[in-house]
């Protein structure tokens, strides 16, 4: 399948997704939506890839935001449309599909471009990254799932002064409240992401699926009675019986 705002090439067992739209430092259009979801359902459907990565193109942004000019003139029920189909089309996708998605957050993740990089299970940056939800600035709150993923991941207290200082923050202190997991040179950043996408593309697929699910779960009430029962799915599963018997046979498995 061709793409305009986006680049989709894969390698081995891997699948990097680059948002090509340098002219707008990457923002996010009704069309860039668009077409990540169609590269997610066509790699969700791609055996042969286990692990996605998804970056912006150049070393500037991953994504600096929203594309505003898009909805400058929108009312209430329009505005709640753009969200709901933002949510429903692109960011809970990536967030509950079976494959390991990983952020390589490549400059300013902004906005709409934070809001993608949560929604990815993993983020690694590069040193000159820059992360914030400006949207108060606008008379506006984050729209695209920041307001429920950024407390989950750095807490509410730090999550609430984000939001409402709108203050861009750091790579460096993004790490350090848990927002991104490592920090690299940014000519190291995709390398260092292909490393980790190379090390999860050996375990078990249908492990990750179920693990995926259960993490998802982790704060609500079916979390701990999700994990059993996933624990006991995938015993009856292949991917099991290969990882057991070469442990048995000290091998490595072959999944």
Do not use: W
Not at 142 to 150: A, F, I, S
Not at 225 to 253: C, H, N
């Amino acid at each position: 399948m061709s793409y305009e705002n986006i680049l989709l090439e894969k390698e081995d067992r891997l699948a990097v997704i680059t948002i090509n739209r340098p002219q707008s430092l990457n923002a996010l259009n009704a069309k860039t939506i668009q077409e990540l979801s169609s590269a997610m359902d066509e790699l969700n459907s791609d055996a042969a890839c286990r692990v996605i990565i998804i970056t912006g193109s150049g070393e500037k942004s991953f994504v600096a935001g929203a594309d505003i000019k898009e909805f400058s003139d929108f009312g209430q029920e329009k505005a709640e449309e753009l969200a709901r189909n933002g949510h429903n089309t692109l960011f809970n996708k990536i967030e509950n599909t079976s494959k390991p998605i990983i952020a390589a957050v490549n400059g300013f993740a902004l906005g709409g471009g934070l809001e993608l990089a949560m929604a990815c299970h993993i983020r690694y940056a590069s040193e000159n990254a820059k992360l914030g939800l400006p949207e108060v600035t606008l008379g506006l709150i984050p729209g695209y799932g920041g307001t429920q993923r950024l407390p989950k991941l750095v807490g509410k207290g730090i999550a609430n002064e984000m939001i409402f200082s709108a203050k861009m923050i750091p790579a460096q202190r993004a790490k350090e409240i848990g927002l991104v997991n490592e920090v690299y040179p940014i000519e190291e950043l995709l390398t260092k992401t292909k490393e980790l996408a190379s090390i999860i593309a050996n375990n078990s697929p249908m492990a990750i699926s179920k693990a995926i699910q259960a993490v998802n779960l982790s704060d609500t009430e079916k979390g701990f009675e999700s994990e059993i029962t996933y624990f006991g799915e995938l015993f009856e599963m292949k991917d099991k019986q290969e990882g057991v018997t070469a442990f048995i046979e000290k091998r490595k498995p072959n999944f």
